[in-house]
């Protein structure tokens, strides 16, 4: 069937914490693990599925990747230019706001997260 | 109800004859071709977001669904990168079905040999897909209709299709009356025109209003050719195959592999009979199909497209959008019909539908668009001097090919011409990359490299395949 | 030459090229009607009325002047027509077939309510004069269609009245007599007179009245009743269900008793039925096939029933007893279905030793009309139907149409007395018959396109409370639909076959090869220009209706 994207099978890394990074991705099918590695130990951060989106930081800032993502099986994964989607938002800014929109969430789950966090302390 | 819902609602009625959107609206959105759908998409969308409560009633007495022409809006079914990138952005996703198939690279086929520019990223961004659910006769497989998708997805932000033929739009006591061939009318607060210019609506509106002038309109051709997967898969694979041949009058020509299909799409000056029998009898052309022989085609059309905008594309309460309105040149249509329907929805719900809201708000999409169209009509120009040159085509051929050999070097030539194929960036930007001194100095050294006696020995491996075929 | 209409050449295989054209296809209601009703055409006139600029007013009119070009009796039709029609309407599987019936109901009543004239051709006065025995619906069609042309008519019935069967048999609940008294008095407009209370072969002899007239057509009906055959049948408290009808239609003392029995499973046998239900009996109908099988209209079987009608099935009468004169029992054996016969109906066979005996006070026998015109001196007997030409030419100057020729549908005998009074006229003043529409194409399943067509339900009579249904009046049942149902109705017309100006070729041709007509019909709003065509055959996909198609000679690439 056709599909758009880039395949990638379980397992396969799309980029690494620390990589610099100029694009973000959708995925088109399948789930994408977002995690980050210390002491040789894993944590991650989230799982994500279809329609969804991860690397975005990317398109705002010039610096590295904060975590690394990797396929759960497998996975299409659709690349959006830095270039291309700043022209968009510089045309129509709102092209930003599913964006930001989903920022703005994943903001407030990591402040509710830290606040649990520190309760727990 | 309470009294204070009750003032509320008297207050939103009876307030000043302004001409914005308020709670109760009522929006015509005429056709449910990708600017129908996807401003009623945005519209919504947006309206949701802001708590506007308005109806959308969306004409389209088509069916999607259904096969061959009856269900198709005509145009060669090439979803840009840009605009696979943007939609993916917005949420929307091409489902399997829709997508025929993921692009991957081009095929410039030239007199002097071919070359395959690949996507930089290897990943395939460019969706060839069918307006309507396939070509004539075909096989009820599992295609879905690129324009029934759209609609379905406005349909499931709340706007109602109204499977009627529209025959008349006009206004009436300050508002958009829409009137249709079975006599069903009704009043409207906004009116916004998403016919293109294969439906003859904009023309009775501008006899009927005077109050603009229509788009301007080239014919164009477009047919199908089935081949079966294998067979594509083997001959055309993932790449769109495009022609730069010396033909009077031709200005693109292009192959798109599809699923089973092979869908042709030919723009021109003038297209007649003269122009295609030497377009399908140029061995270029030939050679791409199994056994060198033109298969019979099974579905074919004279789509208009829009080459000059309408003008102006609004006024009091009515708006057009997509090709009734402005797109850009030749290339990406669905793109221009993404922005503009847009640049409407947005104009509508934060700033108002009178002439001088689109005035301030949706021209400036349009003039952009119509601006980038005049650069494009200077870099087609150079394009079909090269076309018209053997010196000049040998030399893109081989600064092409030698770009594509070496993976890591600078592919100025090869972006150029993706980015021209594609329609993934503007006219202007690919324009001003031809500008660039490093560009201009490769193509100098080509030129002068692929038309040296030597030039055939040092070009013939590689991706580019100098095939001096000297007429058979 | 035009420069798009070559495909490209460069392939050795036929191209798909596809020029249009408009040709008018003959619609399945039309097809399916015996009489060829053109329910299109009078459907179109009111659905397309703001399109060619009458007032509602004026489409009924003219609706009601094309009704009535090949039917003088719609408001009658209208009623106990079983409108094979809507059998095969385009509609039926979307939403319902459209309410033919009912419109032509409607049609009529506007037409008696309206006082209407008859639409007469601009004819001279003909010297012929033409003589017409009976005056059943055959009858009453080719005296309508002689009369219009100018002949003049004379009717011979041996009753006071006119009307024949539709008079005769026909109970007041399903058509009341007002409604044919009507639409048959308006006939007396025109050059036609009635000798009433003339029984020919009694009171007159056939051939003087062919000495009389330059021509005669026989409208006999089938008067006769076949018996059953059995022991007892012959005697009192047994009687034929015309007799039955005809005695009650004439208001004359019925004495059946509380337990009727009915035998058969025609229209007759219900109708029979129903009326003894009127009279206050307890009603059964014994029929020897199941219910499946049984040839009368479903819809009168259901109302039958609703009103109280017993139903028994496999089971046939054996024989009618009685102490002295009086009828006590009918015996009735049990059956079961057999092989088919030449018609594919399972013949009833007899199951052994299954035999009872039903109470009995009258046993009104229904079981099919025979031919009876003794004393008419025709050179054939009536032990078989009249064997005509198809256009009903008998002998020279003698023509025959109705349940003469066999039984049938009231619009069949419409049909016969039209088709008869076409070919006589043209006989008669040397010219020739009109083309018959049967000579279009019918319209093949699948060229019609239903999902262009926006779902809207069909509108139904009204019918009287159930409880009001065995009144003494005898109120009809089924209620004339009203003005607005009539005009949503008529607008459910797909127009099968034949252009409605649904625009959608018109906008949608890339080449702008159709413009619109400056004078527009029903049918006609667009002209084709083949010059501009471009041989997508988009129009012929968008066309709802299967008026456009491809044009033979370009289906193959081959044109030119």
Redesign the interface.
């Known amino acids: 069937m056709a599909r758009l994207g880039k395949q990638y099978s379980d397992g396969d890394v799309i980029f690494r914490e620390g990589d610099t990074g100029t694009c973000m991705f959708v995925i088109q099918k399948g789930e994408v693990e977002v995690f980050v590695e210390s002491d040789g130990h894993e944590l991650i951060l989230r799982k994500i599925g279809a329609n969804d989106f991860f690397g975005e930081m990317a398109l705002f800032e010039h610096e590295t990747r904060t975590a690394s993502a990797r396929a759960v099986g497998p996975t299409h994964v659709l690349t959006i230019d830095k270039k291309n989607f700043l022209a968009g938002v510089h045309e129509d800014p709102s092209l930003a706001f599913r964006i930001v929109k989903t920022m703005s969430h994943r903001i407030r789950n990591l402040t509710d997260r830290l606040a649990k966090y520190e309760e727990d302390i | 109800m309470t009294m204070v819902e009750d003032l509320g609602r008297l207050s939103k009625r009876s307030g000043p004859q302004s001409s914005s959107l308020q709670d109760g609206s009522r929006i015509a959105v005429v056709g449910a071709g990708p600017a129908g759908s996807l401003f009623s998409y945005f519209l919504l969308n947006?309206a949701e977001?802001v708590s506007l409560d308005i109806g959308v009633d969306l004409f389209e007495?088509?069916?999607f669904c259904?096969r061959?022409?009856?269900g198709?809006n005509?145009c060669g079914g090439i979803v840009s990168?840009?605009l696979?990138?943007?939609l993916?952005?917005?949420?929307i996703?091409?489902p399997?079905?829709v997508?025929?198939?993921?692009i991957e690279s081009y095929t410039l086929h030239m007199d002097v040999g071919d070359v395959e520019i690949e996507t930089p990223?290897?990943?395939?961004?460019i969706?060839?897909i069918y307006r309507g659910n396939g070509p004539?006769n075909s096989e009820p497989l599992?295609t879905h209709s690129f324009d029934g998708y759209l609609l379905e997805l406005a349909q499931e932000k709340g706007a109602n299709l109204v499977?009627?033929?529209v025959?008349g739009v006009r206004r009436e006591d300050n508002r958009m009356r829409v009137t249709c061939?079975?006599?069903y009318c009704n009043d409207y607060d906004l009116a916004v025109i998403a016919t293109g210019v294969?439906?003859?609506?904009v023309e009775s509106l501008e006899d009927e209003s005077r109050e603009f002038r229509r788009p301007g309109r080239t014919?164009t051709f477009i047919c199908e050719f089935l081949l079966g997967r294998d067979v594509i898969r083997d001959t055309f694979g993932p790449s769109m195959h495009v022609f730069f041949l010396d033909i009077p009058r031709l200005k693109f020509a292009a192959l798109i592999p599809k699923?089973d299909y092979v869908t042709l799409c030919l723009l021109g000056k003038d297209?007649?009979?003269?122009l295609?029998?030497q377009?399908?009898?140029s061995p270029e052309v030939?050679n791409c199909f199994p056994k060198g022989?033109?298969?019979?085609?099974?579905?074919?059309?004279?789509?208009?497209i829009n080459i000059d905008a309408a003008n102006p594309a609004y006024s009091d309460r009515l708006v057009m959008i997509g090709d009734s309105g402005t797109t850009r040149l030749f290339k990406d249509g669905i793109g221009a019909s993404y922005?503009t329907a847009?640049?409407a929805a947005?104009t509508v719900v934060f700033h108002g539908t009178g002439a001088e809201d689109f005035e301030k708000y949706y021209a400036p999409?349009c003039r952009?668009i119509s601006k980038d169209n005049q650069v494009g009509k200077v870099v087609f120009g150079f394009g079909s001097l090269i076309q018209k040159s053997r010196f000049a085509r040998r030399g893109v051929l081989r600064m092409t090919a030698n770009e594509q050999k070496n993976a890591n070097g600078s592919r100025r030539m090869s972006e150029v011409l993706w980015d021209l194929f594609s329609g993934?960036a503007s006219y202007t930007d690919v324009f001003l990359r031809t500008l660039h001194p490093a560009y201009i100095g490769s193509l100098l050294w080509n030129l002068v490299a692929g038309n040296s006696p030597s030039a055939s020995s040092r070009n013939g491996h590689g991706r580019g395949q100098e095939c001096d075929r000297v007429e058979h | 030459m035009s420069n798009t209409k070559t495909p490209p050449r460069a392939s050795a295989q036929p191209v798909f090229w596809t020029h249009a054209q408009q040709l008018e296809k003959l619609p399945p209601c039309q097809a399916q009607c015996p009489n060829s009703g053109d329910v299109r055409g009078w459907l179109g006139i009111i659905a397309q009325h703001e399109k060619t600029g009458l007032t509602l007013e004026q489409a009924y009119d003219r609706a009601w002047e094309k009704l009535t070009e090949l039917n003088p009796l719609p408001a009658t039709l209208g009623r106990i027509c079983p409108h094979p029609c809507e059998d095969l309407c385009s509609r039926r599987d979307k939403d319902g077939s459209v309410s033919i019936n009912a419109m032509e109901r409607y049609i009529g009543d506007w037409g008696l309510a309206r006082s209407l004239k008859w639409s007469v051709p601009a004819q001279s006065e003909k010297p012929e004069s033409i003589g017409v025995i009976g005056s059943g619906p055959a009858s009453l069609s080719f005296t309508y269609q002689m009369a219009r042309r100018g002949y003049q008519v004379s009717l011979y019935e041996r009753h006071a009245v006119a009307g024949g069967m539709l008079r005769q048999a026909i109970p007041d609940f399903r058509l009341p007599r007002e409604v044919l008294d009507a639409e048959i008095q308006r006939l007396f407009e025109l050059p036609v007179t009635l000798h009433k209370n003339t029984e020919v072969g009694l009171d007159i002899s056939l051939n003087e009245l062919r000495d009389r007239h330059a021509l005669i057509f026989l409208g006999l009906g089938a008067q006769g009743a076949h018996r059953l055959g059995i022991p007892g049948e012959a005697g009192p408290g047994v009687v034929s269900g015309i007799a039955y009808l005809r005695r009650r239609k004439q208001r004359l003392a019925l004495t059946t008793g509380r337990r009727v029995v009915v035998i058969g499973g025609g229209n007759t046998a219900i109708d029979a039925a129903r009326c003894a239900r009127r009279e206050g009996a307890e009603v059964t109908v014994l029929y020897r096939r199941s219910a499946k099988e049984m040839p009368a209209a479903t819809n009168e079987v259901d109302d039958a029933r609703a009103e109280g009608v017993r139903f028994e099935f496999l089971v046939s009468p054996t024989q009618v007893l009685r102490k002295g004169p009086v009828i006590q029992w009918i015996e009735v054996q049990a059956m079961r279905l057999g092989a088919p016969d030449e018609q594919g109906r399972r013949r009833p066979v007899p199951i052994p030793g299954e035999k009872r005996l039903l109470r009995v006070d009258t046993v009104i026998v229904a079981v099919s009309q025979a031919p009876d015109w003794a004393g008419l001196d025709l050179e054939q007997d009536d032990t078989q139907w009249l064997m005509t030409e198809e256009d009903g030419r008998l002998a020279e100057n003698l023509w025959a149409g109705g349940d003469d020729r066999g039984p049938a549908i009231a619009g069949k005998a419409i049909a016969q007395g039209r088709l008869a009074a076409e070919a006589a006229h043209a006989e008669l003043s040397g010219t020739r018959r009109p083309l018959e529409c049967q000579e279009r194409r019918t319209l093949n399943m699948g060229e019609i396109k239903p999902d262009f067509y926006r779902d809207q339900e069909r509108e139904c009579q009204a019918r009287r409370p159930q409880e009001e249904w065995l009144d003494s009046a005898e109120p009809e049942i089924d209620q004339t639909i009203g003005h607005e149902q009539a005009q949503r109705e008529a607008a459910r017309c797909m127009s099968c076959g034949l252009c409605f100006d649904c625009e959608a070729c018109f906008m949608y041709c890339n080449g702008g090869g159709f413009t619109r007509l400056e004078e527009s019909r029903p049918g006609h709003y667009f002209a084709l220009s083949l010059d501009a065509c471009e041989g997508c055959g988009k129009c012929i996909e968008v066309c709802p209706c299967g008026y456009l198609e491809v044009r033979e000679s370009s289906a193959n690439g081959s044109d030119q």
């Open positions: 947006m977001a007495p088509r069916h259904h061959g022409p009856a198709c005509h990168e840009s696979v990138q943007r993916a952005t917005e949420g996703m091409l399997d079905g997508v025929q198939r993921g990223l290897a990943e395939k961004r969706a060839a004539r599992d499977p009627r033929l025959t061939a079975d006599q294969n439906s003859r609506l014919k699923g297209i007649d009979d003269e295609m029998q377009f399908f009898s030939m022989t033109v298969p019979s085609h099974v579905c074919h059309c004279y789509p208009r922005r847009k640049a947005r999409t952009a993934s």
